[in-house]
């Protein structure tokens, strides 16, 4: 095969997605993955027994996800289950995947002072849910012609799109672990918009945020089969070396053993900056242009610890819900680049705990459990000991995750969860290095683009499929700069954004010189 109709470059979601769509149209279709798998971080590794996953537990939209799936053929039924979620502070401990009229009633119960305040804010909450349930994705994304659905509900968001919730939580409310609860559905700081907050809680009480019986890989998963039913092709175990361009416009790719495949387009679900800066010819983009890429700010990385446990041994009582979020003492958690392996380090950070097979025994053997521990944590700790790849890093990275990990453990054995210690199987570790090599993220970002408040345009998502080489477009969650519809289904999303692009430009060009 010398040329094609089109390249994916990656086999995630998105780029699964986008793919699915241009072989159904009739396309013919070459996705590119260099791993064994599909799916992206939409995946699962298995230990002894235990499946884990390797980057979302689970999805928001779920009627969407099916949709989209149903649009492409699947006739598979999906069998969603809803995530519940506890946050646990002092002596507040509260469920927060509720209707936020109950959130408001036992958020007035434990901050009886704060009753003005708590209803403000919940109602500000609530105008802007309303406002969102009432827009389409295309409302949202600022290249779109806005306001389309409901003029007023798009003047909602720009009346609330610029204020950070930092700013009008100051000023209504008092307690700092009320403010971090509404602002982060946790035990941080906030730092985002109302508008992208008002997104988080509509998904959190509202929409739900689901767990897809089967495991999170089940959607790349019929995707591909979906790719390969109308004729498209997944290779795997192939990396792409270049993205050849000509006079401006993409023209193939060219593969590490030197292999050139021709196609008038390519759609990249890799790394965003690592397709521009790493992938594309010197000269396809200014100096200036790459300097500003390369700053573009990214969510967090996480490090977590993956235990298989064994049942009787451990005393999980702690877990009301699926997800549990802790903070066991107050004040600021010791800076990673300070932090040593010892319990008393982790008592301030914001710990998240999730009971994994909670929904489903086939993750875990006969009498035990799968959980996951989860801090946030910065890449640039963890930098200094890169190898360049996987299992290259430098020795001592070993010991000090290792010993990180004994800490956290040790944590939750002594404050949540009796016995953990004793009742470990298994257990793996990931590390803003892990989540790099393995997950193919700039700096191991676990989320996209940043969510930070005035980091990113307001109160509209910005597109960033089209690039300015003709005929490559990007997909993923880094191709839209907010998760109007969550992880999985902005992915999905962006494929079909981007495939309906790709299929109305073709069909007004002949071949063979069709351009996006």
Known sequence: MDSVDAIIIGAGVGGLTAAAYLAQAGQSVLVIEQDSHVGGTAHVFKRNGFTFPTGPQSITMPDYIAGSLRDLGVEQQLDFIRDHFEVRRGSLDIMISRPLDLIEEQLMDHFPQERKGIHFVIKVLEEVITALDMLQPS??????????????????????????????????????????????????????????????WRFMSSVGIWYVKGGIETIPLLLAERVKAFGGEIRHGERVKHITVQDGAATGVELEGGTIIKSPLVISDADYRDTIIKLLPSDAFHDDELEEISRMPLTSSAFTVFLGVRRGLVDLSAFRGDHLMVKLKEGKPVPWEMKKSVPEDFMNDDIWLSWWSRHDTELAPPGC?????????????????????????????????????????????????????????????????????????????????????????????????????????????????????????????????????????ISTIERPYRKI
Request: charged letters at 20%; aromatic letters at 10%.
């Open 139 to 200: 409302d949202l994304i600022e290249q779109q012609p806005g306001c389309i659905t409901d003029s007023n509900a798009c003047k909602v968001l720009e009346k609330w799109g610029s204020v950070p919730a930092r700013d009008l939580f100051d000023l209504h409310l008092k307690d700092q672990s009320l403010k971090d609860l509404l602002g982060s559905q946790g035990t941080s700081e906030t730092v985002m918009s109302i508008v992208l907050l008002a997104q988080m």
């Open 369 to 505: 459990e799968a959980l996951i521990i989860n801090v946030e944590s910065p890449f640039e700790v963890f930098a200094p000991f890169s190898g360049g790849g996987r299992g290259l890093h430098q020795e001592r990275y070993y010991s000090f995750k290792e010993g990180l990990a004994d800490a956290l453990i040790a944590v939750a054995d002594e404050n949540i969860l009796p016995g953990l210690s004793s009742a470990v199987v298994v257990r793996e570790v990931a590390t803003p290095l892990t989540y790099k090599y393995w997950g193919h993220r700039s700096e191991g970002s676990v989320a996209g683009w940043s969510w930070k408040s005035g980091e990113q345009p307001e109160p509209w998502a910005r597109s960033l499929t089209v690039t300015k080489v003709s005929g490559l477009l990007m997909v993923g969650l880094q191709s839209i700069t907010r998760l109007f519809y969550g992880g999985m289904g902005t992915s999905m999303y962006s494929g079909k954004y981007a495939s309906d692009l790709a299929l109305s430009t």
